[in-house]
């Protein structure tokens, strides 16, 4: 797999399959806890439009 590849995965698909669960969506917006830290607020903000 090459970068070109890896870049077309939706991160929001790519964090799913992973365990991860978005807490809220917002607009263009996925908000997900922290992978990083514990947390009770959503840090972690994914835009679907940017795949960012």
Do not use: C, H
């Amino acid at each position: 797999m090459n970068i070109k590849e890896v870049k077309k995965i939706p991160l929001e698909d790519f964090l799913g399959r992973a365990g991860f669960s978005p807490v809220r969506r917002q607009g263009d917006s996925v908000w997900y806890l922290s992978p990083f830290r514990q947390e009770r607020t959503p840090s972690f903000k994914v835009s679907l439009s940017l795949n960012l």
